[in-house]
Each structure stands twice: as structure tokens, then as C-alpha cells.
């Protein structure tokens, strides 16, 4: 039996939204109904065609690198908010605390902001156990809170 790839080559242009596998007139186009539907979202930019492919590779690379930093140090406070192990919160808040100083984060002071602000964690669009809606809350032992319902209890 002869082997098979999972690579599909497609040879007409395609929207180029995921998921989406609508004929389109030219490569990098959105077709006419997810247009439709994301409206102004969508913008055409133009590609920078001066950037040579080792400079496109190095800003797809820092690109990447600044993403997985931002991955990591989520998961490391996730860690720190909610582990009962004393060894590996101070692991995890140290961990923060070194690569904040090492990329030279100016919204934090030294020494860490008191080692990330006791690993404090805010995140946008979250569900607050309280009110029931979605806010940017704060990380609680109990669930997320939101600003309005943490100045109440």
C-alpha cells in the first residue's frame, strides 16, 4: 500500500481565514462571506517586500519567542495562584520574578514587586463567581472576581 501524506496542496487560491475554503480571486484574500460576517476586522495590508527571507524568519522567531514567553510566565502564575506545595509556589513566583528582570519589564520595581505581587493573576473576559458576568477579575482562591464585587466583600 503506497503511503500517504496529510499534506494537502491546494492549487486554487482559498480564503485565507481558517476554516474557511472558499474560491477567492488571489491568494491572502478573505471571500465575499467572511467579509460579511467580520466586517471591519478585516483589513488588506500590503507585505513589506524590501525584507529579505532571513529577516521575514527573524521576525517570525521573535514573534514566537515573545509568545511562548507569554504562555510560560501565564502558566507559571497560573502555578503560583494555585498550588498548595510551598516549594514549587516558590519555584513558580521565582521563575516570574527572573524572567520579568530579565526582560527588563519596567511596570514591576525591584526586587519583583514583591514577588509578583504575592502572584496576583487579572484576566479579561472572565466569568466572576459572584455577579455571574464576564469582567477582567482577579484570581481568588474561591474563583474570579471582578473589581466591583472585591470591593464589596
Do not use: F
Amino acid at each position: 500500500m503506497p503511503a500517504t501524506s496529510a499534506i494537502t496542496r491546494i492549487r486554487h487560491p482559498v480564503c485565507a481565514l481558517p476554516g474557511c475554503r472558499n474560491d477567492v480571486p488571489r491568494w491572502g484574500d478573505a471571500c465575499e462571506s467572511c467579509r460579511d460576517v467580520c466586517g471591519e476586522y478585516l483589513v488588506w495590508v500590503e507585505r513589506e517586500t524590501s525584507a529579505t527571507p532571513e529577516e521575514v524568519a527573524e521576525q517570525l522567531a521573535a514573534r514566537d519567542r515573545g509568545t511562548a514567553h507569554a504562555y510560560a510566565t501565564q502558566a507559571a502564575v497560573e502555578i503560583a495562584a494555585t498550588t498548595a506545595d510551598p516549594t514549587a509556589y516558590d519555584q513558580a513566583v521565582q521563575w516570574i520574578a527572573q524572567r520579568r528582570l530579565e526582560h527588563h519589564d519596567t511596570r514591576l520595581p525591584a526586587p519583583a514587586a514583591a514577588l509578583v505581587d504575592a502572584a496576583e493573576v487579572r484576566k479579561a473576559n472572565q466569568l466572576c463567581w459572584l455577579c455571574e458576568e464576564r469582567h477582567t477579575c482577579t484570581r481568588e482562591p474561591h474563583g474570579w472576581e471582578c473589581d466591583h464585587c472585591r470591593t464589596i466583600t
